[in-house]
């Protein structure tokens, strides 16, 4: 069974660019969710997904998005890239809501 | 707001030694979920251990035991006989239990560097 996949693994960007990061969830499982690591701040949660609804959201500005489509992949999106922003970002899959989490290899963003 | 500390940035052992990882956390719920990860250099993050709050019995998986103290609020991994590929990050989570408009992600602590020397 494949494990979580996450698209790019890395990629650089500018300020002000915005980013689109995807992530297709272990078959069978309906729930993702985000999580943002830095070596400041750690690991944070950013949102969660189940049956295409944002079910939990963390304390993140407006400019961090995303969404869940019907075969379960999900992608979020940063708009406005800022320095700051720079980080591995994790997704992880379960198969229900707040279930035991998967985890992806995770996409580096780096923001120049 | 529940928090998770790990109080230790780094920790090293001999490989075929025992090492326990430190972890407190604070809560005001009393029931609960907590969760040991590995975390390998450029590699997936992985579920070593789950302790479910309402079992007194410590988890336990292969070389992998927890000392669970719920009046402590303190959730320590021991680690035995270490080998090499356990070189990894450690980190501890918190996540409050699943029931209608609970939140279901999990908090971090800032998890523990573990070096195994051969």
């Known amino acids: 069974k494949a494990g979580v996949t996450q698209t790019p693994r890395y990629l650089i960007k500018t300020r002000g660019q915005q980013v689109t990061l995807s992530c297709s969830p272990i078959?069978?499982?309906?729930?993702v969710s985000w999580y943002q690591q830095t070596p400041g701040q750690g690991l944070q949660f950013l949102f969660e997904y189940f049956s295409e609804t944002q079910r939990n959201k963390g304390n993140f500005p407006g400019r961090f998005s995303g969404r869940q489509f019907s075969n379960s992949r999900s992608e979020m999106n940063v708009s406005t890239l800022e320095l700051g922003d720079s980080a591995l970002y994790l997704c992880?899959?379960?198969?229900?809501?707040?279930?035991?989490?998967?985890f992806g290899e995770g996409s580096r963003l780096t923001v120049l | 707001a529940q928090t998770v500390t790990q109080s230790q940035p780094e920790m090293s052992v001999q490989e075929a030694e025992t090492v326990t990882l430190s972890c407190t956390y604070d809560?005001?719920?009393?029931?609960?979920?907590l969760f040991w990860y590995k975390q390998p250099p450029s590699r997936q993050m992985i579920l070593v251990i789950r302790q479910e709050a309402y079992k007194q019995q410590n988890a336990t998986e292969n070389r992998f035991s927890v000392n669970f103290q719920k009046a402590a609020k303190s959730f320590s991994l021991k680690i035995s006989d270490s080998q090499l590929g356990d070189a990894a990050m450690y980190f501890c989570?918190?996540?409050?239990?699943?029931?209608?408009?609970?939140?279901?992600?999990?908090?971090f602590g800032k998890g523990t560097k573990l070096s195994v020397k051969p």
């Open positions: 078959s069978g499982h309906r729930s």
């Open positions: 992880a899959s379960s198969l229900e809501w707040a279930g035991e989490l998967f």
């Open positions: 989570a918190y996540r409050s239990p699943n029931y209608g408009g609970s939140q279901g992600n999990l908090i």
């Open positions: 809560t005001s719920e009393s029931d609960y979920y």
